[in-house]
């Protein structure tokens, strides 16, 4: 469900004509070879494209709004290999509205002790020409990431890497569509928000439809389907019976069939890439989505339970952001559940009722079908799992009224110390950084939600890059958090966003 779009980045040399023809020869051979290296790296998940050297404002204007009008570049590089009067990029800089990397690297990684004279510094001068850019995007205020080392340093590279899917994030986001097919859950706050200000801020749209519109759809698939993508669950998954009759159960499994194909026609049709359900508003649905969500999910849907449109959308941007990321752990909507809080096990049990992603799954996956406490409809089948271990991040966009925060918490993935054969639900447990008291009160303090986006493929740099490109506060737990250093950072972002 998620293409790829072949997303290119332009690689922008700046430079002058004060030195003269030969110079800017070598500035132009550099830059393409840096370029090609970068992209011969395997390293990169996207393109990088040369771009002919810009030395004058006209050029620099020019380059910038063709990169706003080419619907395949997703942000521009740039280096300054010698000087490069900043003046010049007023204008360009002005009218660009893509994300911006300022790569501060040197063609050479050694100083040329012999050899080096006057007409070699005044050809490598970055760390000269870099200031002099960097302060007239500081001046005039533009979000940009700031990369430094040599360019064939892999550590370097992979930072060129990560901030790509942040911009692709950035583009992306405005093409997500959320579908809600239920409003919020009654009384519930944090899960409410305003739909308007995420168009404005991120380019989400959410849009709700009757229940029963998409109930008619799963209605209008036909048996043959149905059992076509039944014989595919049970190819694939474990069936754990737990004492049911196996006609009965298969019938159960074959509801979740149809929601799953007539839910991805529907959401197909109108073109959403989100969906929100709610176990209190189901309409003529027999049972609550379960395994037809996980399913969708996997396939790179977003999704968020009670009628969560933030965490759906969440979930889809940050499907987009791993996409196609080789040995990708996977990513899904989660929920804090239950703690254990024996000392030195401490730790989160993650869950959901039912809708956890299979992409996070380690190990066998198996349909079981069990009452929902909840709710008033049919036993619902759903895939039940434990997931990998490892480092994650949980994130949580909030509405505080007058604006949206973003909260990232890094958490380390676990497994649980035993089996817990009588829960029917797929699990995930986690421990915050810096430890579950730490994390959970700063957590709690910056008003973070029970629901969370979770993925094992981001880090909360990536994130934390996409809310401040999207303008908006982004708060930090991780290894290095204290709580009074934490309550400042709070209190500032009330001044800087409040
Ligand atoms: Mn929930």
Same mark, same amino acid.
């Given at each position: 469900?998620?293409?790829?779009?072949?997303?290119?980045?332009?690689?922008?040399?700046?430079?002058?004509?004060?030195?003269?023809?030969?110079?800017?020869?070598?500035?132009?051979?550099?830059?393409?070879?840096?370029?090609?290296?970068?992209?011969?790296?395997?390293?990169?998940?996207?393109?990088?494209?040369?771009?002919?050297?810009?030395?004058?404002?006209q050029?620099?204007?020019?380059?910038?709004?063709? !990169?706003? !009008?080419?619907?395949?570049?997703?942000?521009?590089?740039?280096w300054?290999?010698?000087?490069?009067?900043?003046k010049?990029?007023?204008?360009?800089?002005?009218?660009?509205?893509?994300?911006?990397?300022?790569?501060?690297?040197?063609?050479? /990684? /050694?100083?040329?002790?012999?050899?080096?004279?006057?007409?070699?510094?005044?050809?490598?001068?970055?760390?000269?020409?870099?200031?002099?850019?960097?302060?007239?995007?500081?001046?005039?205020?533009?979000?940009?990431?700031?990369?430094?080392?040599?360019?064939?340093?892999?550590?370097?590279?992979?930072?060129?890497?990560?901030?790509?899917?942040?911009a692709?994030?950035?583009?992306?986001?405005?093409?997500?569509?959320?579908?809600?097919?239920?409003?919020?859950?009654?009384?519930?706050?944090?899960?409410?928000?305003?739909k308007?200000?995420?168009?404005?801020?991120?380019?989400?749209?959410?849009?709700?439809?009757?229940?029963?519109?998409?109930?008619?759809?799963?209605?209008?698939?036909?048996?043959?389907?149905?059992?076509?993508?039944?014989?595919?669950?049970?190819?694939?998954?474990?069936?754990?019976?737990?004492?049911?009759? @196996? $006609? /009965?159960?298969?019938?159960?499994?074959?509801?979740?069939?149809?929601?799953?194909?007539?839910?991805?026609?529907?959401?197909?049709?109108?073109?959403y890439?989100?969906?929100?359900?709610?176990?209190?508003?189901?309409?003529a649905?027999?049972?609550?989505p379960?395994?037809?969500?996980?399913?969708?999910m996997?396939?790179?849907?977003?999704?968020?339970?009670?009628?969560?449109?933030?965490? !759906?959308?969440?979930?889809?941007?940050?499907?987009i952001?791993?996409?196609?990321?080789?040995?990708?752990?996977?990513?899904?909507?989660?929920?804090?559940?239950?703690?254990?809080?024996?000392?030195?096990?401490?730790? +989160?049990?993650?869950?959901?009722?039912?809708?956890?992603?299979?992409?996070?799954?380690?190990? @066998?996956?198996?349909?079981?079908?069990?009452?929902?406490?909840?709710?008033?409809?049919?036993?619902?089948?759903?895939?039940?799992?434990?997931?990998?271990?490892?480092?994650?991040?949980?994130?949580?966009? +909030?509405?505080?009224?007058?604006?949206?925060?973003?909260?990232?918490? /890094?958490?380390?993935?676990?497994?649980?110390?035993?089996?817990? @054969?009588?829960? @029917?639900?797929?699990t995930?447990?986690?421990?915050?950084?810096?430890?579950?008291?730490? $994390?959970?009160?700063?957590?709690?303090?910056?008003?973070?939600?029970?629901?969370?986006?979770?993925?094992?493929?981001?880090?909360?740099?990536?994130?934390?890059?996409?809310?401040?490109?999207?303008?908006?506060? !982004?708060?930090?737990?991780?290894?290095?958090?204290?709580?009074?250093?934490?309550?400042?950072?709070?209190?500032?972002?009330?001044?800087?966003?409040?």
């Amino acid at each position: 469900m998620i293409k790829k779009k072949e997303y290119k980045f332009w690689f922008c040399t700046g430079s002058q004509d004060l030195y003269g023809e030969e110079v800017l020869r070598h500035v132009a051979a550099h830059s393409k070879e840096i370029v090609d290296e970068l992209n011969r790296s395997g390293i990169l998940p996207y393109e990088v494209v040369w771009k002919p050297v810009l030395i004058t404002n006209q050029l620099i204007r020019q380059t910038f709004n063709e !990169a706003n !009008a080419d619907e395949s570049c997703a942000g521009v590089i740039t280096w300054m290999h010698t000087f490069s009067p900043a003046k010049s990029w007023i204008l360009g800089l002005q009218e660009y509205r893509k994300p911006l990397m300022h790569l501060h690297t040197q063609y050479n /990684e /050694e100083i040329p002790y012999d050899s080096i004279d006057m007409d070699f510094m005044n050809e490598n001068q970055a760390a000269h020409g870099d200031r002099e850019y960097g302060h007239i995007v500081s001046r005039m205020r533009i979000e940009r990431k700031v990369v430094v080392g040599y360019w064939k340093d892999d550590e370097v590279r992979q930072r060129i890497a990560s901030w790509m899917r942040t911009a692709v994030g950035i583009m992306e986001s405005s093409h997500i569509r959320v579908m809600r097919v239920a409003d919020n859950m009654r009384n519930v706050a944090v899960t409410e928000g305003d739909k308007v200000e995420a168009q404005i801020k991120f380019g989400w749209e959410v849009d709700a439809y009757p229940v029963n519109e998409i109930a008619q759809s799963v209605n209008d698939v036909s048996d043959a389907e149905v059992n076509e993508l039944l014989d595919e669950y049970y190819e694939k998954y474990n069936i754990i019976l737990d004492g049911r009759d @196996p $006609g /009965e159960f298969k019938k159960h499994v074959a509801v979740q069939a149809r929601i799953e194909l007539g839910f991805e026609k529907f959401l197909e049709e109108k073109n959403y890439q989100a969906i929100v359900t709610h176990f209190g508003d189901l309409g003529a649905l027999k049972q609550l989505p379960g395994l037809a969500i996980q399913r969708l999910m996997e396939k790179g849907y977003g999704f968020g339970a009670e009628g969560d449109w933030k965490v !759906a959308a969440m979930v889809r941007l940050m499907k987009i952001m791993t996409e196609g990321m080789k040995d990708a752990k996977g990513t899904s909507m989660m929920e804090d559940y239950t703690y254990n809080l024996v000392r030195g096990k401490e730790g +989160i049990l993650e869950a959901h009722m039912l809708e956890i992603c299979p992409s996070i799954a380690d190990g @066998p996956i198996s349909i079981r079908v069990k009452p929902l406490s909840m709710g008033d409809r049919e036993d619902p089948a759903r895939l039940v799992f434990t997931s990998k271990e490892g480092r994650g991040v949980a994130a949580s966009l +909030i509405d505080l009224g007058n604006r949206f925060r973003l909260i990232l918490n /890094e958490v380390e993935c676990k497994k649980t110390e035993k089996p817990m @054969p009588e829960l @029917p639900v797929a699990t995930n447990f986690w421990t915050p950084y810096p430890d579950l008291y730490t $994390g959970a009160e700063a957590w709690i303090l910056a008003g973070g939600a029970h629901h969370t986006a979770f993925s094992y493929d981001l880090t909360v740099d990536q994130m934390a890059d996409w809310a401040e490109m999207s303008g908006i506060e !982004a708060v930090i737990i991780d290894k290095n958090t204290t709580i009074p250093a934490f309550k400042k950072d709070l209190k500032l972002g009330e001044v800087f966003y409040g």
